[in-house]
Nanobody, 115 residues
């Protein structure tokens, strides 16, 4: 059974930093890409960042240079280090493994950035 559990969100002032974690289970973590998405109130869920099994990374233009995605295959964890946060980054953040398992989502973790 695929499970994705996000954590690490919170309230932070603009310019601050947070690190999100995604604990994954129920699939072979080290051969799957991991991605972060976010959904702000009234908006559709949008792509934020992805790390492939080979650790190639891709980012949405809006977060390039500020966010860093990484993974720890030994612990089945994916991370999203967020720096220079802006109020526009306020959203619920979700991780996802894509491909045939793209329908599985965790409960998300709320990130709120105050101005």
């Amino acid at each position: 059974q695929v499970q994705l559990v996000e954590s690490g969100g919170g309230l932070v002032q603009a310019g601050g930093s947070l690190r999100l974690s995604c604990a994954a289970s129920g699939f072979t973590f080290n051969i799957n890409a991991m991605a972060w998405y976010r959904q702000a109130p009234g908006n559709q869920r949008e792509f934020v960042a992805e790390v492939t099994p080979g650790r190639t990374t891709n980012y949405a233009d809006s977060v390039k240079g500020r966010f860093t995605i990484s993974r720890d295959n030994a612990k089945n964890l994916a991370y999203l280090q967020m720096s220079r946060l802006q109020p526009a980054d306020t959203a619920v953040y979700y991780c996802n493994t894509g491909g045939p398992l793209r329908g599985y989502w965790g409960q998300g973790t709320q990130v709120t950035v105050s101005s």
